[in-house]
């Protein structure tokens, strides 16, 4: 007698309702997280927690507000900065930067000043938001 064997349906493993299980969770922790405080608004700049009063003997130029350069009460113009880093004899300069000054305008005078030959830009923001 010949005994005939029975087919055994194939074990498959499903994993839909695994995978179901995992995006549910994970929808649910996304929604308990905190997520950490984004940047700034546009044109604010954060305020430091360890700020420092800069006793260097570099040489000063202020930003104001409106984008100008001066040195003291004497405005300079940027083709200017050049031969005033020349006059000064100084291998850095301390740029203190209005806090309302476009962030712009004060990358465009940092590099005016790397370009004219400044090793050090130490740059201090001041004014309050």
Do not use: C, H, Y
């Not at 194939?10 to 997280?33: E, G, S, Y």
Request: net charge positive; proline share 6%.
């Amino acid at each position: 007698m010949k005994l005939r064997r029975r087919d055994r349906p194939a074990l498959t493993a499903d994993m839909l309702p695994i995978l179901n299980v995992v995006l549910l969770l994970l929808a649910f922790f996304l929604m308990l997280v905190r997520f950490a405080p984004g940047p700034a608004r546009s044109g604010e700049l954060p305020r430091s927690a360890s700020a420092t009063t800069d006793r260097s003997e570099l040489p000063l130029l202020r930003l104001g507000a409106d984008g100008r350069v001066a040195d003291g009460a004497r405005p300079l113009q940027d083709a200017d900065l050049g031969a005033w880093l020349q006059r000064t004899q100084a291998n850095g300069v301390r740029l203190q930067a209005d806090g309302a000054a476009p962030a712009v305008r004060v990358l465009t005078v940092i590099g005016r000043l790397r370009s004219a030959g400044a090793e050090r830009v130490l740059l201090m923001v001041a004014g309050d938001r």
